[in-house]
């Protein structure tokens, strides 16, 4: 096998935010293993290190940059350190993501109810929106949404939830017409219910696919190694079931 089909990011710099843990984490150790510098980011310094030096026993590259995606100044300072240290950005993956509550509307704690948006929505916009002067100075990039099939479905409890990430389908929409003229393409991958910490309780609807952290990476790998003329505004589902 050849280097370029077996290092297919190889002299890429991958920014992947929630890289701590689950989805995130499979995200990072993939993409570093395909030969992408991955600077790794969530709030948890401990949860992102232990990343780091997963990538780097297995002789990949990588380094840890703190930050809380809500937090604009800190989102600034993420895209600094890449630059730093490995020279630009490539590809963004927004991934960090939470569900705080389960409660009806009623019931909700509006902090909690705005928490959610500001993470899930204003974080993602946060994410691409300091990204994107790194990714125009490469000439190209990528930005992959993770998104949630839970954008098009009211369930009792999720209205934060869903509403954020329906609001991260259409800045995925906003922010591929925006970004078309520089070979930026912007993607939603929508996992679908995944063995994590925030799906340790949920309810899984009989039939789909209940899947690992690693059985994203594929669909991840994906969307990062497209050509720079590549598909950009689409949604791409691992749901068994329609969307």
Known sequence: ??????????????????AGRGIGR????????????VVCSARSAGEIAETVRL???????ACAQTADVANYEQVVALYQRA?????????????????????????????KWRETID????????????????????????IVMIGSGQRNRATPGFSAYSCSKSGMWMLTQSLAVELLEYNISVNELIPGPVQTDMTRD????????FKTPEDIVPLALFLANMPDVGPTA???????RAT
Do not use: C
């Open 119 to 142: 993470i899930n929505l204003t974080g993602a916009y946060y994410t691409a929106h300091a990204a994107i002067p790194h990714l125009r100075r490469r000439g190209a990039g990528k």
């Open 83 to 111: 630059s730093d240290e490995f020279g630009g950005v490539d590809i963004v993956v927004a991934n960090a993501g939470v569900a705080t509550e389960q409660r009806r509307i009623e019931d909700s704690d509006p902090a």
């Open 234 to 240: 689409q949604s791409y589902s691992l749901m068994r």
């Open 1 to 18: 096998m050849n280097q370029t089909s077996s290092k297919p990011l190889k002299g890429k710099v991958a920014v992947i935010t929630g």
């Open 55 to 61: 990538i780097i026993q297995a002789d990949g590259q």
């Open 26 to 37: 499979a995200i990072a150790l993939a993409y570093a293993q395909a030969g992408a510098a």
């Open 202 to 209: 949920a309810a899984i609807p009989p039939g789909e696919w």
